[in-house]
């Protein structure tokens, strides 16, 4: 049985005890490609997979402030262990949405206990992000079975159960969750990636898997209304980037502390104590922390718009969000998402829903760059050395730049923009 995490005050210090013990190892791990079978038994033990549970369910019920903070601390320690649950809450997140009251009661259990969900919602080939050629068909005895292929099934070689975007005869996209064992399903961890190399990000093939029907979800019904759901799994990967740029900013330090070989120009005995090296460093620590704050700054305006009470973000960011500043008439947003649309005109930041998209969007892309450029500015700043395989500081930049090839940041610049200049409000499609 999992621990049983009761707020979010306990759920940031499991965090951080964890991570902790995960960033020792992490190094070697990536390395040689080690899937963290040991370290992802430890998450589950800890009680944080299920800290989304609401209280009413016995879980923590905590927000996205805290849970913004739990992926940061992780992904800093090890971001494919950080990566890894992303796709779990994010499902989460849809029985949340759309379950009966019956699956949220299993499956709200079922976390509690510590088990994982994995994910099979990509499919390679496909023409959009919005296309699942994976199929659910109903069956004579009002069971279903779901047969496809899924790509960059992050996690699933360690879940215990998967869920699956499928499409019905009408079109209509659903989750289906689906036990790990269950007969006609195959996982193939054939994730290749040079960077994020442990998050199992493979291959999932669905062959007439048979599914009671108290397994299907209808997660077009999301898309029907208002919604924040996009932004909350956007959300959670802002948050994998801004712990990136931590991690790489605070092992660069460490190496850069270690040194005793500054430029000779210097005049100073230490590279630590090299002026340029202090400016460097300080141009970096500006990326992280303005990454961090806007990072709290989204998780305030998610729970603002889900109405969950925020607690005060960490004690490195300043503030209550201020008020978003809109700019003209708000023209009308296209209203798709994936399974359905809907008519609802347009959003503007003054409603929270808009609001929370476009901080979502803002830590995106903060995120992004902040990890891009320092896993990358400190190599630099270590020499030569960092180069070596055995010391394997390339790795943050490598997982870096591979993470951040899962959205691309042109378009929350074009959101952000658009709303500025014109005050157009991003479109509820699932992935704002």
């Known amino acids: 049985m999992a ?10 210090e499991v965090a951080r005890e964890l991570a902790a013990r995960l960033a020792v190892g992490a190094a070697r791990r990536d390395a040689d490609r080690t899937p963290p079978v040991t370290e992802l038994a430890e998450l589950s033990e800890s009680g944080l997979l299920g800290i989304t549970v609401p209280r009413e369910h016995g879980g923590a019920g905590v927000g996205a402030v805290t849970l913004g903070e739990v992926f940061r601390l992780l992904s800093a320690a090890d971001p494919s262990i950080g990566q890894i649950p992303q796709n779990h809450f994010f499902f989460v997140r849809v029985l949340a949405e759309n379950g009966t009251g019956e699956q949220r009661a299993f499956f709200y259990a079922e976390l509690l206990k ?3 969900f994995g ?6 080939g496909a023409a959009n992000a919005f296309e699942f050629r994976t199929r659910l068909t109903r069956r004579p005895d009002g069971d279903y079975t779901v047969s496809g292929t899924k790509s960059y099934a992050t996690g699933s070689p360690f879940a215990h159960w998967i869920p699956v975007y499928a499409t019905d005869e009408e079109g209509r996209v659903h989750a289906v969750f689906i036990p790990r064992d269950a007969p006609g399903l195959e996982v193939v961890d054939d994730w290749s990636g040079f960077g994020q190399r442990t998050t199992g990000s493979g291959t999932v093939h669905l062959n007439d898997v048979r599914v009671p029907a108290d397994r299907v979800v209808p997660h077009y019904r999301t898309f029907e209304r208002p919604e924040v759901f996009g932004a909350f799994g956007q959300y959670m990967h802002a948050a994998i980037d801004v712990g990136i740029a931590g991690g790489a900013l605070a092992e660069g330090a460490s190496f850069v502390r270690a040194s ?11 590279l630590a104590r090299e002026p340029l090296v202090i400016q460097k460093f300080g141009e970096l620590a500006l990326l992280v922390r303005a990454a961090e704050a806007l990072l709290v700054r989204a998780g305030q305006a998610l729970d603002a718009a889900l109405g969950h009470p925020s607690p005060a973000g960490p004690e ?8 978003a500043a809109g700019a003209g008439d708000p023209a009308a947003a296209p209203r798709s998402g994936p399974g359905g649309s809907g008519g609802f005109g347009s959003l503007t930041a003054e409603d929270p829903v808009a609001e929370a998209s ?5 830590a995106r892309a903060q995120g992004d760059i902040a990890a891009l450029t320092v896993s990358s500015e400190v190599l630099g700043v270590v020499g030569a050395r960092a180069s070596l395989e055995r010391y394997n500081l390339d ?13 691309p940041r042109r378009w929350k610049l074009q959101h952000l923009g658009d709303h500025a200049l014109n005050g157009v409000a991003p479109p509820p499609n699932g992935i704002v």
């Open 119 to 124: 994910n099979a919602l990509a499919e390679a």
């Open 395 to 407: 790795r943050h930049w490598r997982n870096a730049r591979t993470h951040t090839l899962h959205d």
């Open 316 to 323: 490195r960011s300043s503030g209550d969000p201020e008020p």
């Open 358 to 362: 476009l901080a979502v969007a803002a």
């Open 260 to 270: 005793a070989r500054p430029w000779p120009e210097a005049g100073v005995d230490r």
């Open 114 to 116: 510590g088990r994982r």
């Open 3 to 12: 621990h049983l995490i009761r707020d979010d005050t306990e759920a940031v």
